[in-house]
């Protein structure tokens, strides 16, 4: 499968943003999906994820309650709906993709997309 993720950008503290990870040459429905992050000098966090079969979401403590993940299989794309956002949420924001259940280790997962960068300015 190869993913794309898109859809970040540069907001104010306390607005949302929705990030799109569209899949092509697998549908998402086959994988568990998950959102990860990186700032500068920082490793890649796990923030959100979700199962194959189940939809059950998984998120990091830090964007617990202010983000949502979900899955449109028709569309063939993965969403991180970010809310409240806070400027230690500035990072690259990567979707990825591994078979079978959520990790929320990033070197579990097999295909990843390019990134897509948001910035929160206080």
């Known amino acids: 499968v190869q993913l794309q993720a898109f859809g970040g950008g540069l907001v104010q503290a306390g607005d949302s943003l929705r990030l799109s990870c569209a899949a092509s040459?697998?549908?998402?429905?086959?994988?568990?999906m998950a959102w990860f992050r990186q700032a500068p000098e920082k490793v890649r966090e796990f923030v959100a994820g979700?199962?194959?079969?189940?939809?059950?979401?998984y998120y990091g403590d830090s964007v617990k309650g202010r983000f949502t993940i979900s899955r449109d299989n028709a569309k063939n794309t993965v969403y991180l709906q970010m809310s409240s956002l806070k400027p230690e949420d500035t990072a690259v924001y990567y979707c990825?993709?591994?078979?079978?259940?959520?990790?929320?280790?990033?070197?579990?997962?097999?295909?990843w997309g390019q990134g897509t960068e948001v910035t929160v300015s206080s």
């Open positions: 040459g697998r549908t998402v429905d086959y994988y568990a």
């Open positions: 990825a993709a591994r078979e079978l259940v959520v990790w929320t280790s990033a070197s579990q997962y097999h295909y």
């Open positions: 979700i199962s194959r079969i189940s939809n059950r979401p």
